[in-house]
C-alpha cells in the first residue's frame, strides 16, 4: 500500500494493514479483497478446502468457513416494507437472486509474531448436521490444533459468532487462549431477561474466563480491538498493524 492510501471512507497510514469487523467488515474495509492479492508473497502457504490464508506483511490471516445458511433474504433481511421492490430490482442488477439469499460464517485466524489469535467461533457443533460449525474443523485442517490458538476475540454476541466457544457438554472449544470481547457488548447480552442458548452456553458459560476490553485495547502486539458499533450496539473490530 503506499503512504496514507484512502480504504473506504477514510485515510490510514500503511502501517496500518487491515481492520475488520467480523469477515463481512474486512471486504469493507478493504474495498474487496484484490487489494490483499497485490500484497501477497511468493512465501504464501498453500490454501485448501474451507479455509483461504493470506501472507500481509508480517501478519498471516486464515480465513475459515464455518458454513453458510440460506434462504429468501426478505423479511428477516433488509426489511423495509416500503423499500422491498427498490432492493430487489437493485440485487437483480447485481446478478443476485432474493430468493436465493446465502448468509457465509467466517471466523478467522490472525497469526502474528507468536500470537493465534482466533476472530470469532462460528455457529458452534450443534450445527453440523447443516454443513454449519465447521470452524473448528477447518481450523485443524488448516494445521492448527484449537490448543495452540492463544487468544479468542468476540466481535459480538450472535450465535454465528459465539457459538463455537464450547464443545458439545460445555467444554471450552480453546482451553490455553485467553478470551476477549466488548465489556458492553457482553454485559448487553449475559443479562437479557432470557438470553438465547447461545448465549447461556457461551457467553455466561465462560463468563468468569472473559477478560471484558474497551476500544483500542491491545489484543497482542500489532494486534488492536477498535469499536465498530452498528450490527450490534458495541460490536467491535480488529485492527493489525504491520511492525515494519
Ligand atoms: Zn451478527
Same mark, same amino acid.
Given at each position: 500500500?503506499?503512504?496514507?492510501?484512502?480504504?473506504?471512507?477514510?485515510? =490510514?497510514?500503511?502501517? *496500518?494493514?487491515?481492520?475488520?469487523?467480523? /469477515?463481512?467488515?474486512?471486504?469493507?474495509?478493504?474495498?474487496?479483497?484484490?487489494?490483499?492479492?497485490?500484497?501477497?508473497? *511468493?512465501?504464501?502457504?498453500? !490454501?485448501?478446502?474451507?479455509?483461504?490464508?493470506?501472507?500481509?506483511?508480517?501478519?498471516?490471516?486464515?480465513?475459515?468457513?464455518?458454513?453458510?445458511?440460506?434462504?429468501?433474504?426478505?423479511?428477516?433481511? /433488509?426489511?423495509?416494507?416500503?423499500? #422491498?421492490?427498490?432492493?430487489?430490482?437493485?440485487?437483480?442488477?447485481?446478478?443476485?437472486?432474493?430468493? /436465493?439469499?446465502?448468509?457465509?460464517?467466517?471466523?478467522?485466524?490472525?497469526?502474528?509474531?507468536?500470537?493465534? =489469535?482466533?476472530?470469532?467461533?462460528?455457529?458452534?457443533?450443534?450445527?453440523?448436521?447443516?454443513?454449519?460449525?465447521?470452524?473448528?474443523? @477447518?481450523? #485443524?485442517?488448516?494445521?492448527?490444533?484449537? #490448543?495452540?490458538?492463544? *487468544?479468542?476475540?468476540?466481535?459480538?454476541?450472535?450465535?454465528? @459468532? =459465539?457459538?463455537? $466457544? *464450547?464443545?458439545?457438554?460445555?467444554?471450552?472449544?480453546?482451553?490455553?487462549?485467553?478470551?476477549?470481547?466488548?465489556?458492553?457488548?457482553?454485559?448487553?447480552?449475559?443479562?437479557? /431477561?432470557?438470553?438465547?442458548?447461545?448465549?447461556?452456553? !457461551? $457467553?455466561?458459560?465462560?463468563?468468569?474466563?472473559?477478560?471484558?476490553?474497551?476500544? !483500542?485495547?491491545?489484543?497482542?502486539?500489532?494486534?488492536?480491538?477498535?469499536?465498530?458499533?452498528?450490527?450490534?450496539?458495541? @460490536?467491535?473490530?480488529?485492527?493489525?498493524?504491520?511492525?515494519?
Amino acid at each position: 500500500m503506499n503512504e496514507n492510501q484512502t480504504l473506504g471512507s477514510g485515510k =490510514i497510514s500503511r502501517r *496500518t494493514l487491515l481492520k475488520v469487523g467480523g /469477515a463481512a467488515a474486512l471486504t469493507a474495509a478493504v474495498g474487496g479483497l484484490p487489494r490483499f492479492a497485490r500484497t501477497q508473497t *511468493t512465501s504464501m502457504v498453500p !490454501n485448501g478446502a474451507g479455509y483461504y490464508r493470506f501472507k500481509v506483511d508480517d501478519a498471516t490471516i486464515i480465513l475459515l468457513s464455518d458454513g453458510q445458511s440460506t434462504g429468501q433474504i426478505f423479511p428477516r433481511f /433488509a426489511g423495509n416494507p416500503g423499500r #422491498q421492490d427498490a432492493y430487489t430490482a437493485a440485487l437483480r442488477a447485481a446478478y443476485l437472486d432474493p430468493a /436465493a439469499f446465502a448468509n457465509n460464517f467466517i471466523p478467522m485466524v490472525v497469526e502474528i509474531g507468536r500470537n493465534k =489469535i482466533l476472530v470469532d467461533t462460528g455457529i458452534g457443533p450443534g450445527a453440523l448436521a447443516n454443513r454449519q460449525g465447521l470452524t473448528l474443523t @477447518h481450523l #485443524q485442517v488448516a494445521g492448527f490444533s484449537p #490448543q495452540e490458538i492463544d *487468544t479468542v476475540f468476540i466481535t459480538h454476541g450472535h450465535p454465528d @459468532h =459465539i457459538g463455537g $466457544l *464450547t464443545v458439545p457438554g460445555g467444554a471450552p472449544a480453546f482451553p490455553n487462549a485467553r478470551l476477549l470481547v466488548g465489556a458492553a457488548e457482553l454485559n448487553f447480552w449475559a443479562n437479557q /431477561a432470557t438470553p438465547s442458548p447461545a448465549v447461556g452456553a !457461551n $457467553l455466561i458459560a465462560l463468563r468468569n474466563r472473559f477478560t471484558l476490553v474497551q476500544t !483500542n485495547h491491545e489484543i497482542a502486539p500489532g494486534v488492536t480491538a477498535v469499536m465498530t458499533p452498528g450490527h450490534t450496539v458495541n @460490536h467491535m473490530g480488529v485492527m493489525v498493524t504491520s511492525q515494519n
